[in-house]
């Protein structure tokens, strides 16, 4: 090992232990300058420690971008994608979030990640757009989720709704969230408590059928 580098490491690893998360950042971004593809788990602790003490999520974000930067494990990259993305929705400007998410899908896409951080970065990425009233494109990412089983695939199910029936596509939205019950069933039997999202679901779904019922009877 490189002297110099050891050393560097060496203070990054006491700063990160004492909370300095500054001078961690710092030491390490010229380490993996100087050999890119190492240290990128040390970059991913600061940002996990950076969004969980919650007092500055811009390096948390910054950390988990340069962890996934360099990292040479791919479910490591796409993991700190996810991770920068989350933090990003809940403090930065909706577009950092939404680029983390989408780079965080299409690496593992393209390097075949199949970890369980994955339907969750298509659920988020969905979440942002549809925010931001992208409804389309936001359908096409809660599509990659439908079929999950969890909670997960139940939220899918109302906020794919909620976006057909934004663009007005009525017979869409129902047909998309049907068989939304037996899956509710499923996680309630599980202990899950789900009765205020099928209640949401349910109301969503009865005011389409009217709107339908009273269209066809113009």
Not at 158 to 179: M, N, Q, T
Request: hydrophobic content about 50%; proline content about 2%; glycine content about 10%.
């Amino acid at each position: 090992m490189n002297v110099e580098r050891g050393a560097r490491l060496g203070v990054a690893d006491a700063a990160i232990a004492e909370g300095r998360w500054d001078e961690a950042l710092r030491l390490m971004a010229l380490v993996a300058a100087h050999e890119p593809r190492g240290d990128a788990e040390r970059l991913y602790q600061v940002g996990w420690s950076r969004e969980h003490d919650g007092s500055a999520p811009a390096q948390a974000i910054e950390a988990y971008c340069g962890a996934a930067a360099i990292a040479a494990s791919a479910p490591l990259a796409v993991d700190a994608l996810f991770r920068a993305g989350f933090v990003a929705q809940h403090s930065q400007p909706r577009g950092l979030a939404i680029a983390a998410f989408r780079d965080c899908v299409a690496l593992a896409r393209m390097r075949d990640v199949r970890t369980a951080v994955v339907p969750h970065a298509h659920y988020w990425l969905g979440f942002n757009l549809e925010a931001e009233g992208r409804y389309l494109e936001a359908i096409d990412c809660y599509r990659e989720v439908r079929g999950e089983r969890g909670v997960l695939g139940l939220e899918a199910a109302f906020h794919g709704l909620l976006c057909f029936a934004a663009v007005g596509r009525f017979e869409a939205a129902l047909a998309w969230s049907d068989g939304y019950a037996e899956l509710a069933c499923e996680l309630s039997a599980q202990g899950h408590d789900v009765g205020r999202l099928v209640e949401a679901i349910a109301r969503e779904r009865a005011e389409l059928e009217f709107v339908l019922r009273m269209g066809s009877k113009a």
